[in-house]
């Protein structure tokens, strides 16, 4: 379980053969010598994915009875990283501290290509809170194979990387350098939607944490009785991202998180909305199967404002962040 405070983690990984499991056919002769010599004399390779706060929608793609879960992941500035320096490491090998899931990538990436892991080191090292919906695992498989994809100097092949997501979880579009519509139970991205659109947050995080697959079922039902109130929002969402408009964008994403609150309520919402225009903020947004909730901003709050807000959620009984989230 990584460290909430994001301290930074370091062991030895000397046995990393891919355990048993389907035969594949050969690695194609250029691969294959990669994995006879190993990586070339090189020091530390790292790989870095970004994390979200949350998601700007969350609801159906359309309205309908059989309803997919469609995505858009609120990208923000802090990440997870791995890192893997080859050599030989003294004493006995140890598991990697990269959490479950990530060692689960690993295995996949080695079984997909045919290869062994020379012996060396790894690391790690993240921003992210696990479990209130910064997609901290999601964050930490692609910050992985981005890793071994450095080790073995090949070239980052998106389909690999869905293909392990998908065999692993339900995942956010953090394997994207822009914002995207996405299916996260099928890891589908249905609509690129640019970098033209940032915002400015404040936000903060209630306690607790959501198992996002033990309450798929209750999302799902919410979103059959509300499916045209979804089907607008989002109809309006991609309208400002198309026409590059932050603040049509922020109060999509509103009317998202509001939608929210009959299946994953935030104690802090009703005073958010009832607080909004006293900041002068463009919107609210949430994490819907997390924990985190906050204000958008398409302009920098000064000082002034950052302690105005600071106290307020202050007053609500939490600690207030700050954070850029998407591109722009």
């Not at 991202?241 to 109060?251: I, L, Q």
Request: proline share 7%.
């Amino acid at each position: 379980m990584r460290d909430p405070a994001g301290a930074h983690r370091l062991c030895r990984f000397t046995n990393a053969s891919p355990p048993g499991g389907p035969e594949r056919a050969g690695p194609a002769p250029a691969v294959r010598d990669r994995e006879e010599q190993g990586p070339p004399g090189r020091g530390t390779l790292s790989g870095v994915c970004h994390g979200t706060l949350g998601e700007l929608y969350q609801g159906p793609l359309r309205a309908g009875a059989d309803p997919d879960i469609a995505v858009v992941s609120f990208p923000v500035n802090l990440h997870s990283w791995v890192y893997f320096t080859p050599g030989a490491a003294a004493g006995p090998p140890q598991p990697p501290p990269l959490g479950e899931k990530a060692v689960a990538a690993a295995r996949l990436f080695l079984e997909h290509y045919g290869l062994t892991l020379p012996p060396g080191e790894w690391s790690a090292h993240s921003d992210l809170r696990v479990g209130v919906g910064m997609a901290s695992s999601t964050a930490d498989i692609v910050a992985t194979l981005r890793c071994l994809f450095h080790v073995f100097s090949l070239p980052c092949d998106m389909d690999v990387v869905l293909g392990i997501l998908g065999a692993i979880e339900r995942a956010d579009s953090v394997f994207l350098d822009e914002f995207a519509l996405h299916l996260s139970g099928r890891h589908r991205v249905v609509r690129r939607l640019g970098t033209d659109v940032g915002f400015h947050t404040a936000f903060v995080t209630e306690p607790g944490t959501v198992d996002t697959h033990a309450v798929t079922g209750r999302l799902l039902e919410h979103y059959r009785r509300r499916g045209e109130e979804y089907e607008r929002c989002l109809t309006d969402l991609l309208k400002g991202f198309a026409s590059g408009d932050p603040a049509a964008v922020a109060r999509a994403a509103t009317v998202s998180a509001t939608l929210s609150q009959g299946v994953l309520p935030k104690t802090a919402f009703g005073s958010l909305l009832a607080h909004r225009e006293r900041f002068g903020a463009d919107g609210i947004f949430v994490a819907h199967t997390g924990c985190l909730i906050g204000y958008l901003f398409t302009r920098r709050p000064d000082a002034d404002l950052k302690s105005e807000l600071s106290a307020f959620f202050h007053s609500l009984g939490h600690q207030c962040s700050f954070a850029q989230g998407g591109y722009g």
